[in-house]
Structures are given as structure tokens and as C-alpha cells.
């Protein structure tokens, strides 16, 4: 079975740090685009940053030079540093594979259940 299984969420204070991984398996964890989403309460669930099979990295841009997203092949992981967080940071932050872009390939994306991320003093 596939799995993605969120961790390192907690409590934080503002200005705080956190880092975030997400441990794959059930999958060819290389032949997939990986992200990070977060749904804050009340809110949509929006894209945070992503990486490519490539290594190719992308941010929104309320994070940009805050949080940095990566992914290590030969462990089957990807990982959120989140750095100087605020409280508007708070939010279920939600991992995502997806294998896209692959020729001769059926698309198939999956999620984790999520992992909290609380910011407050």
C-alpha cells in the first residue's frame, strides 16, 4: 500500500523553526514530484512549495525565503524547513506525491493525513 507520512509539526513561538518530513513508501518515491500543501482553519488548501523528480524547487510567494523544501532519493523522504514563522503560518500542512509528466505512465497522485503546525506565544 502507499503511504505518506507527515511529521515534525508542534507547537512553535513566532519567530520559531520547524522542520517537516514526510517518509514515502509504496511508491517508486523517484519518479515523483513532491509538495507540501497547508490548510489554514477556515481556509483552502493551498501549495507551499514543491519539488520535481529533477530537483527542480518552486515556492508561494508568502513563503519565499522562508521555508526551503527538499528530498533525499536514497531515503525516500521530503522535507519542509520552515523558518521565522509567524502566526498566519498555522495551519495542517499536507504532503503530496505526484507522478505527473511521466510518458507511457497513468497519472497518480497521493496525500498524508497531515501534520499540525501551531505558531503562537
Known amino acids: 500500500q502507499v503511504q505518506l507520512v507527515e511529521s515534525g509539526g508542534g507547537l512553535v513561538q513566532p519567530g520559531g523553526s520547524l522542520r517537516l518530513s514526510c517518509a514515502a513508501s509504496?511508491?517508486?518515491?523517484?519518479?515523483?514530484?513532491m509538495a507540501w500543501y497547508r490548510q489554514a482553519p477556515g481556509k483552502q488548501r493551498d501549495l507551499v512549495a514543491s519539488i520535481t523528480r529533477g530537483g527542480t524547487t518552486n515556492y508561494a510567494d508568502s513563503v519565499k525565503g522562508q521555508f526551503t523544501i527538499s528530498r533525499d532519493n536514497g531515503q525516500n523522504m521530503v522535507y519542509l524547513q520552515m523558518n521565522s514563522l509567524k502566526p498566519e503560518d498555522t495551519a495542517v500542512y499536507y504532503c503530496?506525491?505526484?507522478?505527473?509528466?511521466?510518458?507511457?505512465?497513468?497519472?497518480?497522485?497521493?496525500w498524508g493525513q497531515g501534520t499540525q503546525v501551531t505558531v503562537s506565544s
Open positions: 503530496n506525491a505526484d507522478n505527473r509528466g511521466l510518458s507511457f505512465t497513468r497519472q497518480r497522485s497521493y
Open positions: 509504496g511508491i517508486i518515491f523517484s519518479s515523483y514530484n
